[in-house]
C-alpha cells in the first residue's frame, strides 16, 4: 500500500533556481516525516526531518514544509546547485512504532549548469 | 564516528540458489537495525528491522529471512531465490532510544537469473 506518495518521478531546474520537491501521504498517524538524497549506486543519506508539531524546518539551502490538514509536504531547495542532482526520497514514521518507516518512490531531480 | 558496512556490492545469482547478504555496524552500540529493499522505480520496502540480538520483526511476507547473531551484526538470506527477489538491498542502522533517523550502507545490488 503506498501511504507515501511522490507523483513527479522527476524534476529538471536551473541551476540557482529553486527546486520544489513534493510529497503526499494518506496515514494521518504519521507523526515525523524525513527527506533522504540518493545518489546512484549508493544508499540514501538522511538530509532534513520534520516533527508534525511543526510546519517549518530549515537548514541552509534545505527547508521542509508540511501541511498537515492536506498531508503534504514539501522540500524547498534554494538555490539549487548541479551537486543536489540526485533521487528525494520522502518517508514517513508511524506513531505506534518507531521501526515502521515508509517511504515514497523518490523524484529524480537534474539541476542544470 | 559511525560507519556501515554492507557485502557485496553486487551479486548475480541463479535461481533457486541461496543467498547471504551481511551488514555491519561499528561505532555504536546496541543499534536498531535494517533490511530495505529497493525494486528497480519503486521506494524502499522495509523487510526487516532489529531491536536486539537475537530478535527480528519481518514486515513483509517472502522468500527472505533475517538473523541478528551479534549486537552489530544483520543478515538476510533465503534457501532459493525467485526472479523476484531481484532489486537494491540496503541495510540501516538508528540509535536505539534516539532520534528517528537512520543511516545507510552503500547497498547490495542483486540480480536473479
Known amino acids: 500500500d503506498q501511504q507515501v506518495k511522490q507523483n513527479s518521478p522527476s524534476l529538471s531546474v536551473q541551476e540557482g533556481r529553486i527546486s520544489i520537491l513534493n510529497c503526499d501521504y494518506t496515514n494521518s498517524m504519521f507523526d515525523y516525516f524525513l527527506w533522504y538524497k540518493k545518489y546512484p549506486a549508493e544508499g540514501p543519506t538522511f538530509l532534513i526531518s520534520i516533527s508534525s508539531i511543526k510546519d517549518k524546518n530549515e537548514d541552509g539551502r534545505f527547508t521542509v514544509f508540511l501541511n498537515k490538514s492536506a498531508k503534504h509536504l514539501s522540500l524547498h531547495i534554494v538555490p539549487s546547485q548541479p551537486g543536489d542532482s540526485a533521487v528525494y526520497f520522502c518517508a514517513a514514521r508511524g506513531l505506534y512504532n518507531n521501526n515502521d518507516m515508509r517511504f515514497g518512490a523518490g523524484t529524480r531531480l537534474t539541476v542544470k549548469p | 564516528s559511525q560507519t556501515i558496512h554492507q557485502w557485496p556490492a553486487t551479486l548475480v545469482q541463479p535461481v533457486g540458489s541461496p543467498l547471504s547478504l551481511e551488514c555491519t555496524v561499528e561505532?555504536?552500540?546496541?543499534?536498531?537495525l535494517y533490511w530495505y529493499r529497493q525494486a528497480a522505480g519503486r521506494g524502499l520496502q522495509l523487510l526487516f528491522y532489529?531491536?536486539?540480538?537475537?530478535?527480528i520483526s519481518s514486515e513483509v511476507p517472502q522468500n527472505l529471512s533475517a538473523s541478528r547473531p551479534q549486537d552489530r551484526q544483520f543478515i538476510l538470506s533465503s534457501k532459493k531465490l525467485l526472479l523476484s527477489d531481484s532489486g537494491f538491498y540496503l541495510c540501516?542502522?538508528?540509535?536505539?532510544?534516539?532520534?528517528?533517523?537512520?543511516?545507510f550502507g552503500p547497498g547490495t545490488r542483486l540480480t536473479v537469473t
Open positions: 532489529s531491536v536486539g540480538i537475537g530478535q
Open positions: 540501516a542502522w538508528r540509535t536505539s532510544g534516539g532520534s528517528y533517523e537512520q543511516y
Open positions: 561505532g555504536t552500540s546496541n543499534p536498531n
